[in-house]
């Protein structure tokens, strides 16, 4: 009877340890929220276009964590759809160069344009910091 009320208690504790509840409460390398990255894509949306715009959607399409020179990153592959208004969307600066590690496609009949590719995010302290990528030659 004891052995049988133990194995009960142990099976209950597991069930517990391991139920998303217990994973809810996170210490190190958690990923972060669609509503982060969002963010994250909007502050270099803010640095790239110089057209008035706004972000109709935003969608994570996958995900993959690890670990560089002892500090956690995630990358999150995305999908954004932004709205402008004009003409044409004018960037900044030339060949929107903030824009160089994603796929940019205008739309320019519905004056949309759709931007997908990894998004790359580094933990710093317990906030998501969107890495700052240089662009590369053009």
């Known amino acids: 009877m004891r052995a049988a009320t133990r194995a009960i208690m142990v099976a209950g504790f597991l069930a517990l340890a391991l139920s998303p509840a217990a994973r809810a409460a ?8 669609v509503a982060v990255a969002r963010t994250a894509m909007q502050q270099i949306f803010r ?3 110089l057209s008035p ?6 969608e994570k399409l ?9 500090r956690p990153f ?6 954004a759809v932004v709205s402008y208004e004009g003409v044409r969307l004018r960037c900044r600066r030339s060949s929107c160069p903030e824009l160089h590690h994603y796929l940019l496609e205008v739309d320019a009949p519905s004056k949309k344009a759709t931007v997908a590719g990894w998004l790359f995010l580094e933990r ?5 910091q969107p890495v700052p ?3 590369g030659p053009r």
């Open 124 to 128: 710093q302290g317990d906030r998501w």
């Open 74 to 79: 995630y990358e999150m592959r995305i999908r």
């Open 47 to 49: 640095q790239t276009f």
């Open 133 to 135: 990528l240089t662009p």
């Open 53 to 58: 715009y706004t972000l109709v959607s935003f």
């Open 26 to 33: 996170c210490t190190e390398n958690c990923e972060p929220s």
């Open 62 to 70: 996958d995900g993959r964590s690890g670990e560089r020179a002892g």
